[in-house]
């Protein structure tokens, strides 16, 4: 058997050499496709948008300016050479801004045209004018062009067996202003013979047709996702789409890796909130708040409260953070014979929930606050330097606490802290510096992760050991139990002088001022539940794993919070499919989570990351202690170990660096594309589509703007 096996070989190298036929020829070796998209943008929201989501990811891309005249020359050279002997594919997908953005005849849409036929490359339209050139018919032959603000559209079953699998169907059109324009779309149909197949449509007006909105064109050996509506990063229909274009792009195969998060913090748990006083415009109890007859009418959980909490969390499979101040049952036992309903029941069901200290008093940790001002103001010393609060004050607060909880039981983490109003750190514009106190007191007390306000500080820090942990504050005041309360401080902060309000939003350029004071009946549940639902819903849907807070009050009384929450809930199940969780990760877990990706990002930008696909096998390496994360499909397999998480159709996590490149090996059924054109050859010279809209439908352009 042998001998035959070797005799079959060299009368093979025989007859190929004898026929002339050079070796690499007669087995040419599969090319190497580098896993990293090339954006091509011309300074629109579309390829921004496309971009903003491979950077959160964590998705490498080169991007190039068609504005600027240094831009580099996208021609064969760029696009693709040969490494250690075999042809390299420089990036797996290429985002044009639309079809061809260039010039008529332009030699760089025909070496993109060229390369994307020879590697089987796809290409995404990020916005583009529907036209047979993309596989589509002109609007004016029974289509529509114009805004679909308030549009519902559907993901097809070709989108919901294909990239867009994660979504449940529908896919909502933002419409925030009823005077503003916040969405322009190309609908239409397939042109006649076209190759074309829609991923996403919405109904042409008057018509009982679908038009097109995303869909994938096949022709001369090409792929196109054609895009034809307008949309910037923050939009929600962008949002929703985002995972499944660079799904559609990368054929699910590609770095980086996303979830949807959500995590719900509630502070001052076992303390009670002083309550917005709406006859004196201020919250009693509050340093600012200095008229005589203020008097404090604090706002606190019962145990139904606890109750209804855990009922909730167990109907929502939704476990929220508790962050406790164990001062607020000590004092209500001194004020009460011993007796504490809320804090016994609060016990009883610990493991409920997840609990962080919150500080034993929840005391102000930065400079020593001279309230004889308003606003307050920092107490000095005789040299006019800052007085702080001092080392062994702050750790006492942080050690009392966990000692009390640790005596109770809680299923607490020790590296964990939110400090009481996120103090210790600079608050402007009283304090621009961090207490120099906090850092030592952190070393001293083991805190590794400390939570600051995202709305001051949006990055993450380090200060002494540990590292801040951004939060969303959620729009739900911590000094209102009712809704009521919660509408008329509401109304103070946001409405005009001239309509009775402080005026804060007239002289704050980062405040919108309301049209109209909210009506103190329906002002809560009909515009702000559905604002800071979209707004919380924006954060889930944008990659963000920040935690968003509230506070006890908010789960008291008419427990306000609640109708927030369920629109976060029932709003992102109506979107997704069920292998599309949401992720409710602890304090600890979040901010190793964004650690990670800082790292990542560093390791990426500063070209320390290599990777690339040949044939089923994907190599990644990348700098040592640097996990690496990636999204691959189903049944992709690391040493016969199936890789990462299951989620929205894919296998995707973080991995731990080996001693060597990590190699990961793609199920049969994601073997690539046949390159060329439909014959699998391709042509010797690739045509470049032309941009140009025929005469009579020029006034159908798609706008520049959003």
């Known amino acids: 058997m042998k001998r035959t096996l070797s005799t079959t070989v060299l009368t093979t190298g025989a007859l190929i050499a004898a026929l002339g036929v050079p070796a690499a020829q007669a087995a040419e070796p599969a090319p190497r496709i580098d896993l990293r998209v090339l954006v091509v943008s011309d300074g629109g ?25 240094d831009r580099p020359v996208i021609d064969a050279g760029y696009l693709a050479d040969t490494v250690d002997g075999r042809p390299r594919a420089r990036f797996q997908a290429v985002v044009l801004p639309n079809d061809n953005p260039f010039p008529a005849g332009s030699a760089e849409m025909a070496a993109l045209a060229a390369y994307e036929q020879e590697y089987a490359v796809p290409q995404v339209d990020a916005y583009t004018y529907a036209r047979p050139e993309v596989g589509l018919r002109y609007p004016v032959n029974g289509g529509y062009s114009g ?21 449940d169907g529908p896919v909502p059109f933002e419409d925030n202003a009823p005077d503003v324009g916040e969405s322009y779309a190309f609908l239409s149909s397939p042109a006649e013979g076209a190759d074309f197949t829609p991923y996403v449509q919405a109904p042409i007006p008057g018509t009982t047709r679908q038009g097109s909105l995303v869909g994938e064109y096949r022709h001369d050996g090409r792929r196109e996702l054609v895009v034809t509506f307008v949309y910037n990063r923050h939009q929600q229909q962008f949002r ?3 995972r499944g274009i660079v799904a559609w792009m990368t054929g699910g195969v590609h770095l980086g890796a996303s979830r949807n998060y959500f995590a719900v913090h509630v502070d001052d748990v076992l303390a009670g909130d002083d309550r917005w006083n709406s006859r004196l415009n201020c919250t009693p109890g509050d340093v600012d708040c200095t008229d005589p007859d203020a008097t404090p009418d604090p706002i606190r959980m019962t145990p139904a409260d606890v109750d209804h909490a855990v009922t909730w969390q167990r109907e929502r499979d939704f476990t929220l953070d508790l962050a406790y ?13 011993g007796a504490d309903p809320l804090a016994d029941r609060l016990l ?21 606050q001279d309230t004889a001002v308003v606003p307050w103001r920092c107490a000095t010393n005789a040299d006019g330097s800052t007085r702080w609060v001092g080392r062994d004050a702050i ?38 510096d961090d207490n120099p106190n906090l850092a030592l007191a952190l070393a001293d007390t083991g805190v590794t992760w400390l939570a600051s306000d995202h709305s001051r500080e949006p990055g993450r820090r380090r200060v002494g050991p540990a590292t801040t942990v951004p939060r969303h504050p959620m729009n739900v005041f911590y000094n209102a139990g009712r809704a009521a309360e919660q509408v008329d401080e509401y109304n103070w902060i946001y409405t005009s002088r001239a309509q009775g309000g402080s005026g804060i939003c007239e002289d704050d350029p980062a405040t919108t001022c309301l049209p109209a004071p909210l009506d103190p009946d329906t002002g809560y549940t009909e515009h702000i539940v559905p604002l800071e639902r979209q707004i919380a819903l924006g954060h889930v849907l944008a990659n963000d794993p920040t935690p968003h807070f509230i506070h006890q009050s908010n789960l008291a009384e008419e427990r306000i919070a609640y109708p ?19 992720v409710d990760l602890r304090m600890k877990a979040i901010g190793e989570e964004q650690g990670r990706r800082a790292a990542w990002r560093t390791a990426v930008d500063d070209g320390q990351v290599t990777a690339y696909r040949i044939g089923d096998t994907v190599t990644i390496d990348g700098p040592a202690g640097v996990d690496i994360p990636a999204t691959l499909p189903e049944g992709t397999t690391r040493s016969g170990t199936p890789f990462g998480q299951a989620y929205a159709g894919h296998r995707s996590g973080w991995t731990a660096p080996a001693a060597g490149p990590l190699t990961l090996t793609l199920p049969a059924s994601t073997a690539p594309a046949t390159p060329g054109g439909p014959d699998g050859s391709a042509p010797a010279t690739a045509p470049a589509p032309d941009a140009r809209v025929p005469a009579g439908v020029a006034e159908h352009v798609p706008p520049t703007g959003s």
Do not use: M
Request: with cysteine; proline share 5%; glycine share 10%.
């Open 348 to 368: 009883e069901r610990r493991d409920a929930f997840r609990w962080i200290n919150h500080t034993y008093t929840h005391a102000f940790l930065g400079c020593e």
């Open 147 to 167: 805004s679909v603000d308030g549009v519902r559209a559907e993901v097809t079953d070709a989108g919901r067996s294909g990239p867009f699998g994660y979504l």
């Open 240 to 242: 929703l789409l985002a």
């Open 45 to 69: 929201p579309a390829t921004d948008a496309i971009a903003a989501e491979l950077a959160t990811a964590g998705t490498p891309y080169t991007e190039i300016d068609l504005t600027r005249s």
């Open 325 to 337: 101040n164990a001062a607020g049952s000590a004092d209500h036992r001194e004020d009460h014979a």
């Open 564 to 582: 927030v929450l369920d629109g976060v809930l029932d709003g992102y199940e109506a979107l997704f499919a069920a292998d599309t969780p949401l």
């Open 395 to 432: 750790a006492d607060e942080i050690a009392h606490n966990r000692a009390w909880g640790r005596s109770a039981g809680l299923p607490l983490d020790d590296d964990e802290l939110v400090t009481g109003e996120h103090s210790g750190l600079k608050v402007l514009p009283q304090q621009p």
